[in-house]
């Protein structure tokens, strides 16, 4: 079993997470299958090529950009920035690891800036981040004082970033972050066990928006707190955008709830204490193309002459977030 794995298992068994612990060997073997991603052996390999870093290390994970510093030689650096580099596009961060800065396409620090002073204390808590890419908020989330950190998310690479920042972070978060490759289908049902459950930047890629929320109410424990971050339209408690074949390019788009609607969806899933939080527009300095995301991005998304709408003719891209409890 190798080293990240293990370190799973034992969070596993720590949390008591049993019924789940039995189906992690199937899911990590699906979701890390080198038949299905050709790209997976070369992500893998990139990783553990990474060079042995000094002990001493200065980490940060309460700052806007997750920091590690260390001492490398100028070669070392090199050979980290290469590696690191092989795991391109990187979509949410910023990073900064043994001196390397990864600047991602999306400012990712801008949303826990929004999101964060409205979670409850998550000191002590236990945190599901459903989506979380490269584990950006994760990190975030161990760094506010978070016991026990899983990222699900069905994308290799994310998990392949994750584990390189894993390589620099080291054990300094108290193996308290951790992250398996599936989706929230794959989490056992009714196991009402996480103090907060995150969905960002999920629910407008599922064509059954009020089974997602269900799911995320299933994994929560009661009283436990739900953070949403999704795309919403302008609106009434009627209104509700169903895209074309494309939403800003993306072809797996589908409801566009005004945060309104989003907020009767959420009361008719059952939840408590609905509010909705921060809602804005998405700046083109909050999601751009950049060194590390050299694909395209938000700004050719949008209609050349009209910003305010996507090149499709849709609204531009707006979200909010809502915040709601399990009852007790």
């Not at 808590?125 to 950190?149: I, K, P, Q, T």
């Not at 059952?270 to 083109?284: C, H, I, K, P, Y």
Request: contains cysteine; glycine residues 8%.
């Amino acid at each position: 079993m190798s080293h990240p794995h293990r370190e799973l298992y034992r969070a596993f068994i720590d949390q008591g997470l049993d019924r789940w612990l039995a189906r992690l060997p199937e899911q990590l073997a699906a979701g890390l299958d080198r038949q299905r991603y050709g790209d997976l052996p070369a992500w893998e390999k990139a990783v553990s090529r990474l060079p042995a870093l000094p002990v001493e290390r200065q980490v940060r994970l309460d700052a806007d950009t997750v920091t590690v510093d260390c001492d490398l030689t100028d070669s070392q650096r090199r050979q980290c920035e290469n590696l690191l580099r092989q795991l391109i596009p990187w979509r949410k961060g910023p990073y900064r690891l043994g001196g390397i800065s990864i600047d991602t396409e999306w400012r990712s620090d801008w949303k826990w800036q929004r999101v964060a002073p409205h979670l409850a204390d998550l000191r002590g808590r236990r945190v599901l981040d459903v989506g979380g890419g490269s584990g950006y908020h994760a990190w975030r989330m161990s760094g506010a004082g978070a016991d026990f950190v899983l990222v699900i998310d069905p994308s290799p690479r994310f998990y392949y970033q994750f584990q390189a920042v894993r390589h620099f972070v080291g054990g300094t978060d108290g193996g308290r972050t951790h992250f398996l490759p599936v989706g929230i289908e794959d989490v056992p049902s009714r196991l009402a066990f996480f103090d907060t459950v995150f969905s960002m930047g999920v629910l407008y890629h599922r064509p059954s928006p009020l089974e997602h929320l269900l799911q995320l109410k299933d994994a929560l424990r009661p009283g436990g707190e739900l953070v949403l971050e999704t795309l919403v339209v302008e609106g009434d408690e009627t209104t509700v955008l169903l895209p074309g074949e494309r939403y800003a390019a993306m072809p797996n788009v589908y409801f566009l709830p005004s945060s309104a609607a989003l907020c009767q969806w959420i009361e008719r899933c059952g939840f408590d204490n609905v509010r909705v939080v921060d809602e804005a527009v998405t700046s083109l300095d909050e999601q751009r193309s950049t060194d590390w995301m050299t694909f395209q991005s938000l700004a050719d998304f949008l209609d050349p002459h009209n910003p305010s709408k996507t090149r499709e003719g849709y609204p531009a891209p707006r979200r909010a977030v809502i915040l709601a409890n399990k009852p007790k």
